[in-house]
């Protein structure tokens, strides 16, 4: 198996999955793979760029240091990526209080992942409404889901409190 900035999370765990250990310890939001809710479906979702991209790192500078811990050669070529960043300025959708409010870090830690809890919360709104998600990391993979179902998505930072935004 290649190790790439497209590859799966998942397909990366299960052709080595002495890494899993080495990524849980690399970056701080990392940490969050170790529920198994959260890694069964990020594993999924996730490619190697967009948990680079959850961890602050650059997504060829991590793939080649997973390609250099299994003893693969580094890739030479930097590969285009497409960088996920939210304007600094809200968009127009997002104003007055959000509809719902989801604390995703208290999910996980019951073992829930939050996704189809959004997907329901969204089916309930009206337009010009949004639901709120507020985690301790940028939850890239469940962001790029919704999307791709054509829902309205924003993003923003402040240290570790990440908010993210959907509507319709």
Do not use: C
């Not at 590859?7 to 080595?16: A, G, P, Q």
């Not at 940490?31 to 490619?47: D, E, F, H, M, S």
């Not at 959850?54 to 997504?59: H, N, R, T, Y």
């Amino acid at each position: 198996m290649e190790i790439l900035q497209t590859t799966k999370l998942f397909d990366l765990f299960k052709e080595y999955p002495q890494l899993e250990d080495r990524i849980i310890n690399i970056a701080p939001p990392f940490k969050n793979l170790k529920n198994p809710i959260l890694r069964k479906t990020v594993g999924k979702l996730a490619t190697i760029e967009k948990v680079a991209q959850i961890g602050k790192l650059d997504p060829f500078e991590f793939v080649n240091m997973l390609r250099e811990i299994v003893g693969v050669a580094k890739l030479q070529v930097k590969m285009d990526s497409g960088s996920y960043a939210s304007s600094d300025k809200m968009p127009k959708w997002i104003s007055g209080k959000p509809a719902r409010i989801v604390d995703g870090v208290e999910m996980l830690e019951k073992g829930e992942h939050p996704l189809n809890t959004i997907i329901a919360l969204l089916k309930e709104i009206s337009e010009g409404q949004f639901i709120l998600l507020k985690t301790n990391f940028a939850p890239l993979p469940l962001i790029e889901t919704l999307k791709d179902n054509g829902y309205k998505t924003y993003h923003i930072e402040n240290n570790n409190d990440h908010k993210s935004f959907f509507g319709k």
